[in-house]
């Protein structure tokens, strides 16, 4: 006779199989508790791997033991001291199988626990990262130069290696404007790589001394801080462009085992073609003014750029440079004659630009942005920025681009597509959050947008701008109390006349709210007509609407990028004015969305 079928049975009377069941749910539910709240207080990953590895090495032993032993009512004994009839194995079952039930019941909960409530909390820079290696952001390398005006040369060789980085296919390399926000920060590795949602941090310092430069340099891994890698070089000046070759070389060769492939897409470096290190000295000055973003500074970028184009000629990246400061002044600084002069000379170097690059995605980005709404030629400015993402699919700026231009042309699936896609590429740079908002309301996905526009005043809480759309969204939605309280939390400086003239259409005094108009429009009408057709529309003034948006029009706001999908507009799609306006300025008739 088999002995199998005895052994089943003893298995059985020994609750064997219930212990199983019991210790695998269990086990379910600490691996899936570890998994799910770990991350919530940075406990590195590692810890996540020794509890699944000890819960698999335990079952054996937790089996063994269920076969040895037994729970009487005077504790844990052998099995082989109990007399069978004194055996109380049939209530232990009853008790384990309650148990059971209890841990499922719970690993239940966990389930929706993580479906419905967790996962609201994970920003999305940490949702982007959830399971992705391949991943990295560049911090600004430190001056230890011990010269404050050297911090332009820090700051150039940093974002050198973020677009040396970003031509690896299959790698996500976060954006200058998110990764710099971490200069001199405190915090450490596994915090910021949540917030910049990668799994890899390239920093380090640089120090340049007459004609020698020395790095060192360090790829942290985020989810427990141990460097990957690190190196230091002294190496003459010279050789700087030898110098960022090997260190990238370095950081994609310890990255190896987590890329896809190797660099596939068009070289977007910031090198002179002609290898002028004094050429790609005046160049990385004018970034560094560039940067600033003042009319003060503005155009002591346009001399270093014109500088760095003098030294080289063939210089492709520093006409496009130079075509961006001539635009910036001639739509934030300049008026009549001089702003047309500007945008001249801006149309001028950009068109140098292309001819000497006709793969340089930065230029074909600008060429789309500049066809868009200083054109109109909504078709050439897509054709331009999808090229600007085939050159370079790790840019935000070009994501960015291509899914403002399929906003403003309706198509505002595919334009939150890739808007998504710019914010995961730069998390931290806020202009994005602003058009998700508004193509995100095209779409009727109002909860979403609310999110992207608050994510943006969080980033940066002196931004007038977003908190006018916010109390604009909050004013459409019938929530007047909320826009009242946005303008009154808006800081001080143009904006917040914007919004207070927003909100104040809001109450019952009719009087207050054309008084607060009038002086919006006395002070702001050159900048602010596209909004001031907005105020219009919500206070169902239809000629004064149409007036607005035809300045806006002849200003080339930026706003108008927003039309087809505007909530504030909603009355006056079917209107006929509003289809000739549209057809004027080259978008396709508007749809009587419910949205």
């Given at each position: 006779?088999?002995?199998?079928?005895?052994?089943?049975?003893?298995?059985?009377?020994?609750?064997?199989?219930?212990?199983?069941?019991?210790?695998?749910?269990?086990?379910?539910?600490?691996?899936?508790?570890?998994?799910?709240?770990?991350?919530?207080?940075?406990?590195?990953?590692?810890?996540?791997?020794?509890?699944?590895?000890?819960?698999?090495?335990?079952?054996?032993?937790?089996?063994?033991?269920?076969?040895?032993?037994?729970?009487?009512?005077?504790?844990?004994?052998?099995?082989?001291?109990?007399v069978?009839?004194?055996?109380?194995?049939?209530?232990?079952?009853?008790?384990?199988?309650?148990?059971?039930?209890?841990?499922?019941?719970?690993?239940?909960l966990?389930?929706?626990?993580n479906?419905?409530?967790?996962?609201?909390?994970?920003?999305?820079?940490?949702?982007?990262?959830?399971g992705?290696?391949?991943?990295?952001?560049?911090?600004?390398?430190?001056?230890?130069?011990?010269?404050?005006?050297?911090?332009?040369?820090?700051?150039?060789?940093?974002?050198?290696?973020?677009?040396?980085?970003?031509?690896?296919?299959?790698?996500?390399?976060?954006?200058?404007?998110?990764?710099?926000?971490?200069?001199?920060?405190?915090?450490?590795?596994?915090?910021?790589?949540?917030k910049?949602?990668?799994?890899?941090?390239?920093?380090?310092?640089?120090?340049?001394?007459?004609?020698?430069?020395?790095?060192?340099?360090?790829?942290?891994?985020?989810t427990d801080?141990?460097?990957?890698?690190?190196?230091?070089?002294?190496?003459p000046?010279?050789?700087?462009?030898?110098?960022?070759?090997?260190?990238?070389?370095?950081?994609?060769?310890?990255?190896?085992?987590?890329?896809?492939?190797?660099?596939?897409?068009?070289?977007?470096s910031?090198?002179?073609?002609?290898?002028?290190?004094?050429?790609?000295?005046?160049?990385?000055?004018?970034?560094?003014?560039?940067?600033?973003?003042?009319?003060?500074?503005?155009?002591?970028?346009?001399?270093?750029?014109?500088?760095?184009?003098?030294?080289?000629?063939?210089y492709a990246?520093?006409?496009?440079?130079?075509?961006?400061?001539?635009?910036?002044?001639?739509?934030?600084?300049?008026?009549?004659?001089k702003?047309?002069?500007?945008?001249?000379?801006?149309?001028?170097?950009?068109?140098?630009?292309?001819?000497?690059?006709?793969?340089?995605?930065?230029?074909?980005?600008?060429?789309?942005?500049?066809?868009?709404?200083?054109?109109?030629?909504?078709?050439?400015?897509?054709?331009?920025?999808?090229?600007?993402?085939?050159?370079?699919?790790?840019?935000?700026?070009?994501?960015?681009?291509?899914?403002?231009?399929?906003?403003?042309?309706?198509?505002?699936?595919?334009?939150?597509?890739?808007?998504?896609?710019?914010?995961d590429?730069?998390?931290?740079?806020?202009?994005?959050?602003?058009?998700?908002?508004?193509?995100?309301?095209?779409?009727?996905?109002?909860?979403?947008?609310?999110?992207?526009?608050?994510?943006?005043?969080?980033?940066?809480?002196?931004?007038?701008?977003?908190?006018?759309?916010?109390a604009?969204?909050q004013?459409?939605?019938?929530?007047?109390?909320?826009?009242?309280?946005?303008?009154?939390?808006t800081?001080?400086?143009?904006?917040?006349?914007?919004?207070?003239?927003?909100?104040?259409?809001?109450?019952?005094?009719?009087?207050?709210?054309?008084?607060?108009?009038?002086?919006?429009?006395?002070?702001?009408?050159?900048?602010s007509?596209?909004q001031?057709?907005?105020?219009?529309?919500?206070?169902?003034?239809?000629?004064?609407?149409?007036?607005?948006?035809?300045?806006?029009?002849?200003?080339?706001?930026?706003?108008?990028?927003?039309?087809?999908?505007?909530?504030?507009?909603?009355?006056?799609?079917?209107?006929?004015r509003?289809?000739?306006?549209?057809?004027?300025?080259?978008?396709?008739?508007?749809?009587?969305?419910?949205?």
């Amino acid at each position: 006779m088999s002995t199998t079928p005895s052994f089943v049975a003893e298995l059985q009377r020994r609750n064997v199989h219930r212990a199983a069941v019991f210790y695998a749910g269990l086990a379910w539910l600490l691996v899936q508790v570890a998994t799910q709240v770990f991350p919530f207080f940075h406990i590195a990953e590692f810890v996540v791997r020794l509890i699944v590895i000890a819960v698999l090495v335990g079952f054996p032993f937790a089996m063994l033991f269920s076969w040895f032993y037994e729970w009487t009512p005077h504790g844990i004994k052998r099995e082989s001291e109990i007399v069978h009839s004194e055996s109380i194995t049939q209530q232990t079952g009853k008790k384990l199988d309650k148990a059971i039930i209890a841990i499922l019941t719970l690993a239940v909960l966990v389930l929706l626990l993580n479906q419905f409530v967790l996962h609201r909390f994970i920003s999305p820079s940490a949702a982007s990262a959830d399971g992705n290696d391949k991943s990295i952001a560049v911090l600004p390398l430190a001056n230890e130069s011990g010269d404050k005006d050297q911090q332009y040369f820090s700051d150039g060789l940093s974002e050198d290696l973020i677009n040396a980085l970003s031509q690896s296919s299959g790698l996500k390399v976060i954006a200058r404007g998110s990764s710099f926000r971490f200069r001199d920060s405190q915090e450490d590795a596994t915090a910021i790589g949540s917030k910049l949602g990668v799994a890899h941090l390239l920093e380090g310092s640089v120090r340049r001394f007459g004609e020698q430069v020395r790095i060192s340099a360090e790829l942290v891994d985020v989810t427990d801080g141990h460097a990957l890698w690190s190196q230091h070089y002294d190496r003459p000046y010279a050789d700087l462009f030898k110098l960022e070759d090997d260190i990238t070389a370095a950081v994609v060769g310890a990255l190896r085992a987590h890329l896809a492939g190797t660099i596939s897409v068009a070289d977007q470096s910031e090198r002179p073609p002609g290898g002028s290190l004094e050429a790609y000295n005046a160049y990385q000055q004018g970034k560094f003014y560039s940067e600033r973003f003042t009319e003060e500074d503005t155009p002591r970028a346009i001399s270093w750029f014109e500088k760095a184009i003098q030294l080289d000629p063939q210089y492709a990246l520093a006409y496009n440079e130079l075509a961006y400061g001539w635009f910036t002044s001639a739509v934030n600084y300049l008026d009549g004659a001089k702003a047309a002069e500007a945008m001249t000379k801006g149309r001028a170097a950009l068109d140098r630009a292309l001819q000497l690059r006709p793969d340089l995605a930065a230029a074909h980005a600008q060429q789309g942005n500049l066809l868009a709404i200083e054109d109109f030629d909504w078709t050439g400015a897509e054709a331009e920025a999808r090229r600007a993402v085939q050159l370079a699919p790790n840019n935000s700026a070009a994501r960015r681009s291509l899914g403002i231009v399929l906003g403003a042309t309706g198509r505002f699936d595919e334009s939150v597509q890739n808007l998504l896609l710019a914010r995961d590429a730069d998390p931290l740079e806020t202009v994005t959050y602003l058009w998700l908002q508004g193509f995100q309301l095209a779409r009727g996905h109002d909860a979403e947008a609310e999110q992207a526009v608050r994510k943006g005043i969080e980033l940066q809480p002196s931004n007038g701008l977003l908190r006018y759309y916010l109390a604009l969204q909050q004013f459409v939605e019938g929530d007047r109390t909320g826009a009242r309280a946005t303008a009154e939390q808006t800081p001080p400086g143009n904006w917040r006349e914007l919004v207070l003239a927003l909100a104040s259409q809001a109450g019952n005094e009719r009087a207050v709210a054309d008084t607060a108009l009038q002086k919006l429009i006395d002070k702001e009408a050159g900048f602010s007509a596209f909004q001031i057709a907005e105020i219009y529309a919500l206070r169902q003034q239809p000629d004064p609407m149409f007036q607005w948006l035809d300045r806006a029009r002849e200003n080339r706001d930026p706003g108008l990028e927003f039309l087809l999908g505007d909530r504030a507009f909603k009355a006056y799609r079917v209107d006929p004015r509003f289809v000739a306006f549209c057809k004027l300025v080259n978008l396709p008739p508007p749809a009587a969305r419910n949205t």
